[in-house]
C-alpha cells in the first residue's frame, strides 16, 4: 500500500488531476467505445479530444497503408519513364505503353481500395 507521502508525489506530479464519471447503460458504453475504437483511440483520449474541439475521423483501414506504398512506387516507375524520355528527346511505343499501364494499374489499385 501506498503512503500518503507518496500518492500525495504521484498526485503534484500527475498533469491531469480532475476525474469525471459519467454512468451509461450498455449500449451507449458500446457506442462510445466503437467510436474511439473507430478513431484509433482508446476513450479518454478519445472523450478528451471530443472536448477539446478535435475533429476525430475514423482511422484509415490498414490497407491505405500498402496501397500508399504501391502508389509511391508506381509514380518512381513513371517518374523514372519521364525522365528517360525527356533525357532521350523521345519514347518508345513500348515505354509510353508501359506508363499508361501504370496508370491504369494505379487507378485500379484506388478503386479497388474506396
Request: aromatic letters at 6%; zero cysteines; glycine letters at 2%.
Amino acid at each position: 500500500m501506498k503512503s500518503h507521502n507518496e500518492t500525495q508525489k504521484e498526485d503534484t506530479t500527475r498533469k491531469r488531476n480532475r476525474h469525471i464519471s459519467v454512468w451509461m447503460d450498455e449500449s451507449e458504453y458500446q457506442h462510445l467505445k466503437k467510436q474511439a475504437d473507430n478513431a484509433g483511440l482508446r476513450i479518454d483520449p478519445f472523450i478528451r479530444n471530443l472536448v477539446a474541439g478535435i475533429e476525430l475521423r475514423p482511422r484509415p483501414p490498414e490497407t491505405y497503408a500498402a496501397l500508399l506504398r504501391e502508389l509511391s512506387a508506381i509514380g518512381n516507375n513513371v517518374n523514372q519513364i519521364a525522365y528517360w524520355a525527356n533525357a532521350q528527346k523521345s519514347i518508345s511505343e513500348a515505354d509510353m505503353q508501359s506508363a499508361i499501364a501504370l496508370v491504369r494499374k494505379t487507378w485500379q489499385l484506388v478503386k479497388d481500395t474506396l
